[in-house]
C-alpha cells in the first residue's frame, strides 16, 4: 500500500503566559491509501492539534509531514492553500459553512477556487448532493437546514475536488444521534469507494465506523485498534471506552 500521509517526530508547543506547554510530542503516523482511521482520546489530549497539523492550518514546532511523496510541513500559506484546495477535504464540527450562500454554492465554491470550469463544478455539484441525498436542499442557506444536513453539505464541499484525503474534526459533535448515524454511513460509503479518511473523535461509538482506531493521551499515541471494517466487538469498544479513563 502506498502512504497517503506520514508523520515523523510531530512535536507542538505553545507558549501560555511565558510557560511552553506541550501539546504534542513526537507523534510518528502514517495512514495508508484507502484508510479510515480515527483518531480518539480525551479533550486537550492531541488530537485535534494533530489534525490541524496535517490540514496546514497550524505549524509543527518540530517534526516532519509528508503528503505522499511531498515535505509539507516547511511549504509557504500560499503552498498549503493550493494542497488544501487540491489535495486536502476538511469537515469541521461547526460546519463552516457560508451563511449567505446556498448549499449548492457552498459545495461549488471550492471547485471553482481549485480551477474548474463552471461547468465542470457544477456536475460534480449535482453528483455529490445526488450521492448525499441533499437534492432538496440545493437553494437553502445554511440557517434553514438542519445540522445533519449542514454536516453533508459540508462533506460535499470536502469532496467535490476529490481529495486525496479527507479530514474531519468531531464531524458529529454538533449533530443528534440520528443525523451522526446517518453521517457515519455516508462516510462509510465514502470509504467503501475508496476515500482515504482520518476523523478525530472522542467518541468511541463514532470511532467504531474506521477500520484503525489511533489512541491519543497527554500529545502521545498510545496505542491503536485494528477494525479492518468489521463491527467492533463488545471487547473492542469496552477497550476504547477504557482509554479514558
Known amino acids: 500500500m502506498t502512504a497517503v500521509l506520514r508523520t515523523i517526530g510531530l512535536t507542538r508547543t505553545y507558549d501560555s503566559y511565558g510557560d511552553d506547554v506541550p501539546a504534542l510530542r513526537g507523534v510518528d503516523f502514517t495512514v495508508e491509501a484507502g484508510e479510515f482511521v480515527a483518531i480518539i482520546g480525551p479533550s486537550g489530549c492531541g488530537k485535534s492539534t494533530l489534525l490541524h ?125 440520528q443525523a451522526t448515524r446517518d453521517v457515519l454511513a455516508v462516510l462509510k460509503q465514502c470509504h467503501a469507494r475508496g476515500q482515504t479518511i482520518v476523523l478525530v473523535t472522542h467518541d468511541p461509538n463514532v470511532a467504531s465506523a474506521a477500520d484503525r482506531v489511533v489512541r491519543m493521551r497527554d500529545g502521545e499515541i498510545i496505542g491503536e485498534n485494528l477494525l479492518e471494517g468489521r463491527e467492533p466487538s463488545s471487547d473492542t469498544l469496552r477497550s476504547l471506552v477504557n482509554m479514558e479513563a
Do not use: H
Open 53 to 177: 497539523l496535517i490540514g496546514g492550518l497550524d505549524r509543527p514546532t518540530s517534526g516532519e509531514i509528508y503528503l505522499g511523496d511531498r515535505r509539507v510541513d516547511r511549504l509557504s500559506e500560499a503552498a498549503w492553500a493550493v494542497i488544501r484546495r487540491r489535495q486536502l477535504g476538511y469537515m469541521f464540527q461547526s460546519f463552516n459553512l457560508i451563511a449567505n450562500m446556498s448549499a449548492s454554492d457552498n459545495i461549488e465554491l471550492p471547485a471553482l477556487m481549485a480551477g474548474f470550469s463552471p461547468s465542470e463544478a457544477r456536475r460534480r455539484r449535482e453528483a455529490l448532493m445526488a450521492q448525499l441525498d441533499i437534492e432538496p436542499q440545493s437553494n437553502m442557506p445554511p440557517g434553514r437546514m438542519s445540522g445533519g444536513q449542514q454536516q453533508r453539505v459540508a462533506l460535499a464541499r470536502a469532496l467535490i475536488n476529490e481529495p486525496a484525503l479527507l479530514t474531519a474534526d468531531e464531524p458529529t459533535g454538533n449533530l443528534d444521534s
